[in-house]
């Protein structure tokens, strides 16, 4: 009945207990045999599941991928067709031509977010880690933005802790700092606030960057890690994000097994 827990009991020492011993022998192996496939099958299962979910994320990605570059490719040809045909206002060629400029750059961007993905991704890819400054990289970082943010007369309120070492890919942190950045200046309206912080604490290091004047929906919260999520589509076109930003941030964090999470503050999003 293959109930490899049952024993026999005999204690003889003829041909009768030898086979009683023998049979529990053999049911004591058949039983540690069994349960090493059983755990071989469980990894197995485990590892096609994996491969599965892989599959379908590579499947969403190209899919939204190749939607994502239908639009502007769709714009360009129209803008191109428009000035060879000197049709109507596309007689203003070098108006036109600015703006198919513009969208080639923004496609240029798109596709070498793409190959960071694609490389990320890899399954050979290893991290070049190295014993860093922390701090500095913040510092560094922030003062690529300072005419963004005078620009758009934020105010910027940094608070630092000095020579936060850590060992990581020094320059995919600084591409996951300069993501962050990004999205704060982008997003905040005029005259608002972005706040930065980076500690020690328990052994750990902290850091928050928070812009004011903006709320992100609950229902959106959740996705806002998600390849190509937008959860203001027509405002995110506008203002330039390819939707690959914080889907980079996350990527590159979960290579470094970094904890992270974005949420509403009562004067802004986290």
Do not use: W
Request: charged residues 25%.
């Amino acid at each position: 009945n293959m109930d490899l827990n049952c024993r026999c009991d005999e204690k003889r020492n003829d041909e009768i207990g030898v086979l009683a011993n023998s049979l529990n022998e053999l049911a004591l192996n058949l039983a540690k045999a069994l349960d090493e496939l059983k755990s071989a099958n469980l990894v197995l299962q485990q590892d096609i599941d994996k491969e599965r979910e892989l599959d379908r994320q590579r499947m969403i990605f190209f899919s939204a991928v190749s939607h994502e570059l239908k639009t502007p490719i769709t714009a360009l040809q129209g803008q191109l067709e428009g000035m060879l045909q000197n049709y109507g206002s596309y007689r203003d060629r070098d108006k036109y031509l600015a703006k198919s400029l513009a969208i080639t750059k923004s496609m240029e961007h798109i596709i070498q977010e793409i190959v960071t993905i694609s490389r990320l991704d890899a399954q050979d890819y290893l991290l070049n880690k190295e014993y860093f400054d922390f701090s500095e990289l913040i510092r560094q970082v922030t003062a690529e933005y300072i005419d963004m943010i005078e620009q758009k007369e934020l105010e910027l309120d940094v608070n630092i802790s000095d020579q936060i070492m850590i060992t990581a890919d020094k320059k995919l942190v600084e591409k996951v700092l300069s993501n962050l950045f990004s999205n704060a200046v982008r997003y905040s309206p005029t005259g608002e606030k972005i706040s930065v912080a980076a500690f020690y604490e328990n052994g750990q290091v902290h850091f928050s960057i928070l812009n004011t004047g903006v709320q992100i929906s609950e229902e959106a919260l959740p996705h806002i890690f998600e390849v190509f999520y937008r959860a203001d589509n027509s405002r995110s076109r506008q203002t330039g994000g390819s939707g690959l930003g914080l889907y980079i941030v996350k990527r590159i964090l979960e290579q470094h097994k970094a904890s992270f999470s974005i949420h509403n503050q009562h004067s802004g999003v986290e």
